[in-house]
């Protein structure tokens, strides 16, 4: 099993990256053959999407298309392709995402996806390329807004657990919101974090 684990976070060894470390421990602690590659996105040079929409009308068989774009995107798209199993985490920024982390996902949705789906009245909605399911969990971390408020500041998690699902064919097992570092510290939601490596298994 391959164990994909992204930190999107503009500091390496802080919050972010320390809780996606702790959750693949606990990943590894289930499964001990796990092959796990972590990455850092701040380290790819990922273009901003140009709406060419040419992964989008692709009509491949490949369980991915291909962007017209020739970036770092080509080596993450196979690193998600082999990924069985998914850990992502971001820092909240301004209620969503880290932006490094947007622009990935945002690349990722027609490259994975085809236009099959229906959403209520919509046709065309993206639906998954290939059968290969995935596991996923989430893992968010914010400066000032602590749990209690996280349904009124929180868009990361559905954002990621939509794209994994819709281009990924990923179920989100679970996910950590670990609220108000910068008064709790990060130490407090490690058990937390390992936990939910666990249910990676
Ligand atoms: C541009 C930017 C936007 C942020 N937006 C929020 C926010 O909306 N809510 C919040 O509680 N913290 C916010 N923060 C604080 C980060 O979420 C917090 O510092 C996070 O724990 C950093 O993760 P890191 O340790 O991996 O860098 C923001 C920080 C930055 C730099």
Do not use: Q
Not at 14 to 37: F, M, Q, R, Y
Not at 39 to 47: E, S
Not at 59 to 78: G, N, Q, V
Not at 125 to 141: E, F, L, Y
């Amino acid at each position: 099993m391959n164990l994909l684990a992204i930190a999107a976070t503009s500091r390496k060894g802080k919050s972010t990256d320390k809780l996606v470390d702790k959750a693949i421990e606990g990943a590894k602690s289930k499964n001990h053959d796990l092959n796990v590659k972590k990455i850092y996105l701040i380290d790819y040079n990922i273009g901003y999407c140009r709406n060419c929409l040419s992964c989008r009308d692709s009509d491949t068989k490949e369980p991915f298309a291909k962007c017209s774009i020739r970036d770092d995107m080509d080596i993450l798209c196979k690193e998600l392709h082999e990924s069985d199993l998914l850990i992502i985490g971001t820092p909240l920024h301004n209620g969503g995402v880290h932006e490094v982390l947007y622009t990935f996902l945002v690349r990722i949705v027609w490259v994975f996806a085809k236009p099959g789906g229906k959403l209520l009245t919509l046709h065309g909605a993206p639906v998954p390329r290939s059968d290969k399911k995935r596991k996923s969990i989430t893992i968010i971390s914010t400066g000032l807004v602590p749990p209690i408020y996280r349904m009124f500041c929180d868009d990361a998690t559905h954002i990621i657990k939509d794209t994994v699902k819709v281009a990924l064919n990923g179920k989100t097992l679970g996910s950590l919101y670990a609220g108000d570092i910068e008064h709790r510290g990060v130490d407090c939601y490690f058990n937390k974090a390992y936990k939910l490596g666990t249910l990676l298994d």
